[in-house]
């Protein structure tokens, strides 16, 4: 029994059970669970009492750091539970109602709905958590009104949280990518190249993440829907039903709702949010970095602490509106004011418990060693250094994909792609082969049911989980499909520009396609497709 355990590639059994039992079963709590188990089953060697210490490390391990509480998580959890209070209270202040009357009045079409929504995500580019939840939360009653699928919001908004903010420079990723990167350069004997210098370099080379926001809006121009995506579009289009009936998250459709109220019932606290979350990352930037230097405060702020001081005062912010407009209704009580915390709290239950899970099997995942064990497999394979960056891409989309982190496939590739390409005596790549890692790890981040961000945008949107992540798939794979024949063409050739040409061919062969051979669900766009929901 010890030595089966023992196999060498035992560490992949784990994510991949956890996988399949996703698409098997679109219980993602309950997969969850037994990967979970199985990955502690798998540490412990098959010790039962040590597997069941070893769940309720990890547990605890998530909640308490030392003797006190991990604010990473714990706080993170509060974060979403301030944001279903913060929306529950927004509901019943109209302000949701309020600002949708008011954007059916600027924005017209369906198309334009689902615009607003991908410019939005390009536009919160602090950080990704930040972006999912909050783009979700403005568009979606826009979207709703539009018959526009909450499988489609979900995309939208997933599509721009990663990508996005792993190609801005003055964001969360930003910072810690740069850092990363710093000793590889010296290394490679590139010290006249600065950090922010090789991040800025590494942009036009993200090929997966610039692909993804390129098929984003050629979908939204072209309603390009295809095979999930179609049933789900077709079904909001012709019947109004936005959601599978299996819906695994609550909403606040049954509040009560004030009569009179005005956009900025719902338009202020989520400014207050943002303001907010601006603030305690710029406090939180000095205190740590100890300078008033906008790249020094991007790196050494916490983003936990940040979203805390935003939550609560865009908590605070909807409360004082929801009392503004409903005072002189005596429909609204103090029962009122207790439902709104009570069913705010639990529309996130579900995703918080999720989340959780989620972090316990990238916790055990880690431990395992399955990203070191496909790392070396990179490091020990026998390849040409050409179609290194084209290798490590795809070694970073399945690591991505199995522990559920792009962060976790940032800190282990990273490394090993500089170090590969330093032995190798190939300067020229390192960049290349860096980017790949990125845009392995935001494709992972996409396709995984274990992802944080993913679930987030899932959570943003009010979409079933693993309908969002099985209808984003196929968009995802044809944005890596594209991204991979690139990462080949930079890696022979070792010029961006031909890349990129290659890459913009590629698209302009696929637009062509799609307006050529493609039957969209919807065609009309006019306002006769609005629907109460």
Same mark, same amino acid.
């Given at each position: 029994m010890e030595q089966f355990l023992n196999w060498a590639y035992m560490p992949l059994i784990p994510p991949l059970l956890?996988?399949?039992?996703?698409? /098997? !079963?679109?219980?993602?709590?309950?997969?969850?669970?037994?990967?979970?188990?199985? $990955? %502690?089953?798998?540490?412990?060697?098959?010790?039962?009492?040590?597997?069941i210490q070893k769940i309720w490390d990890a547990f605890i391990g998530l909640m308490i750091e030392g003797n006190w509480l991990n604010t990473w998580s714990a706080y993170i959890l509060i974060f979403l539970a301030l944001l279903g209070i913060m929306s529950a209270f927004m509901s019943m202040s109209g302000g949701a109602r309020?600002?949708?009357?008011?954007?059916?009045?600027?924005?017209?079409?369906?198309?334009?709905?689902?615009? /607003? !929504?991908?410019v939005l995500g390009v536009v919160v580019f602090i950080d990704d958590?930040? $972006? %999912?939840i909050i783009s979700?939360?403005?568009?979606?009653?826009?979207?709703?009104?539009?018959?526009?699928?909450?499988?489609?919001?979900?995309?939208?908004?997933?599509t721009t949280a990663s990508p996005v903010s792993v190609i801005f420079p003055i964001s969360s990723w930003g910072a810690t990518i740069m850092g990363l990167t710093a000793p590889l350069l010296i290394a490679a004997g590139l010290e006249h190249i600065s950090p922010f210098e090789s991040f800025m370099y590494m942009i036009p080379l993200n090929f997966y993440s610039i692909a993804a926001l390129t098929l984003m809006f050629i979908v939204i121009f072209t309603n390009f829907d295809i095979m999930g995506m179609r049933?789900?579009?077709?079904?909001?289009?012709?019947?109004?039903?936005l959601r599978d009936e299996g819906m695994d998250l609550t909403e606040d459709d049954d509040l009560p709702t004030a009569k009179y109220s005005q956009k900025e019932a719902l338009i202020v606290p989520l400014i207050g949010?943002?303001?907010?979350?601006?603030?305690?990352?710029t406090i939180t930037g000095i205190q740590e970095g100890g300078s008033l230097n906008p790249l020094t405060i991007i790196e050494n702020n916490s983003i936990t602490h940040a979203l805390i001081l935003g939550g609560i005062t865009g908590v605070l912010l909807s409360i004082y509106y929801y009392y503004?407009?409903?005072?002189?209704?005596?429909a609204f009580t103090g029962k009122s004011t207790?439902?709104?915390?009570?069913?705010?709290?639990?529309a996130m239950l579900g995703p918080m418990t999720v989340l959780t899970l989620a972090w316990m099997t990238g916790e055990l995942i880690s431990e395992l060693g399955t990203g070191s064990l496909l790392g070396a497999m990179v490091q020990n394979s026998n390849i040409p250094a050409q179609l290194i960056p084209a290798i490590v891409f795809i070694v970073a989309c399945i690591m991505a994909v199995s522990t559920g982190t792009s962060w976790g496939s940032f800190g282990i590739l990273v490394p090993i792609a500089g170090n590969i390409i330093v032995t190798l005596e190939e300067p020229a790549l390192l960049l290349p082969s860096l980017a790949a890692v990125l845009a392995g790890g935001v494709f992972g981040d996409h396709c995984s049911p274990i992802s944080d961000s993913t679930i987030l945008s899932s959570t943003g949107s009010g979409s079933n989980h693993i309908t969002h992540v099985m209808t984003q798939i196929p968009y995802a794979m044809i944005a890596a499909i594209i991204s991979l024949i690139s990462f080949v063409v930079v890696g022979y050739t070792e010029s961006t520009w031909i890349s990129l040409i290659v890459f913009a061919a590629l698209f302009i062969v696929l637009f062509v396609l799609i307006k050529t051979i493609y039957n969209p669900v919807v065609t009309a766009e006019s306002k006769e497709e609005i629907v109460e929901v």
């Amino acid at each position: 029994m010890e030595q089966f355990l023992n196999w060498a590639y035992m560490p992949l059994i784990p994510p991949l059970l956890t996988l399949l039992l996703v698409l /098997l !079963t679109k219980r993602v709590d309950l997969s969850l669970g037994i990967g979970i188990l199985t $990955s %502690a089953f798998v540490i412990t060697n098959g010790d039962v009492l040590g597997t069941i210490q070893k769940i309720w490390d990890a547990f605890i391990g998530l909640m308490i750091e030392g003797n006190w509480l991990n604010t990473w998580s714990a706080y993170i959890l509060i974060f979403l539970a301030l944001l279903g209070i913060m929306s529950a209270f927004m509901s019943m202040s109209g302000g949701a109602r309020a600002f949708t009357n008011w954007a059916l009045t600027k924005i017209t079409t369906r198309r334009g709905a689902t615009f /607003l !929504t991908g410019v939005l995500g390009v536009v919160v580019f602090i950080d990704d958590y930040f $972006s %999912a939840i909050i783009s979700g939360q403005v568009a979606k009653p826009l979207t709703d009104k539009y018959k526009v699928s909450r499988a489609k919001l979900a995309y939208l908004v997933d599509t721009t949280a990663s990508p996005v903010s792993v190609i801005f420079p003055i964001s969360s990723w930003g910072a810690t990518i740069m850092g990363l990167t710093a000793p590889l350069l010296i290394a490679a004997g590139l010290e006249h190249i600065s950090p922010f210098e090789s991040f800025m370099y590494m942009i036009p080379l993200n090929f997966y993440s610039i692909a993804a926001l390129t098929l984003m809006f050629i979908v939204i121009f072209t309603n390009f829907d295809i095979m999930g995506m179609r049933r789900e579009e077709e079904r909001a289009f012709k019947t109004g039903i936005l959601r599978d009936e299996g819906m695994d998250l609550t909403e606040d459709d049954d509040l009560p709702t004030a009569k009179y109220s005005q956009k900025e019932a719902l338009i202020v606290p989520l400014i207050g949010l943002a303001v907010g979350v601006l603030v305690g990352m710029t406090i939180t930037g000095i205190q740590e970095g100890g300078s008033l230097n906008p790249l020094t405060i991007i790196e050494n702020n916490s983003i936990t602490h940040a979203l805390i001081l935003g939550g609560i005062t865009g908590v605070l912010l909807s409360i004082y509106y929801y009392y503004k407009y409903t005072k002189d209704d005596k429909a609204f009580t103090g029962k009122s004011t207790l439902l709104g915390f009570k069913e705010g709290f639990m529309a996130m239950l579900g995703p918080m418990t999720v989340l959780t899970l989620a972090w316990m099997t990238g916790e055990l995942i880690s431990e395992l060693g399955t990203g070191s064990l496909l790392g070396a497999m990179v490091q020990n394979s026998n390849i040409p250094a050409q179609l290194i960056p084209a290798i490590v891409f795809i070694v970073a989309c399945i690591m991505a994909v199995s522990t559920g982190t792009s962060w976790g496939s940032f800190g282990i590739l990273v490394p090993i792609a500089g170090n590969i390409i330093v032995t190798l005596e190939e300067p020229a790549l390192l960049l290349p082969s860096l980017a790949a890692v990125l845009a392995g790890g935001v494709f992972g981040d996409h396709c995984s049911p274990i992802s944080d961000s993913t679930i987030l945008s899932s959570t943003g949107s009010g979409s079933n989980h693993i309908t969002h992540v099985m209808t984003q798939i196929p968009y995802a794979m044809i944005a890596a499909i594209i991204s991979l024949i690139s990462f080949v063409v930079v890696g022979y050739t070792e010029s961006t520009w031909i890349s990129l040409i290659v890459f913009a061919a590629l698209f302009i062969v696929l637009f062509v396609l799609i307006k050529t051979i493609y039957n969209p669900v919807v065609t009309a766009e006019s306002k006769e497709e609005i629907v109460e929901v």
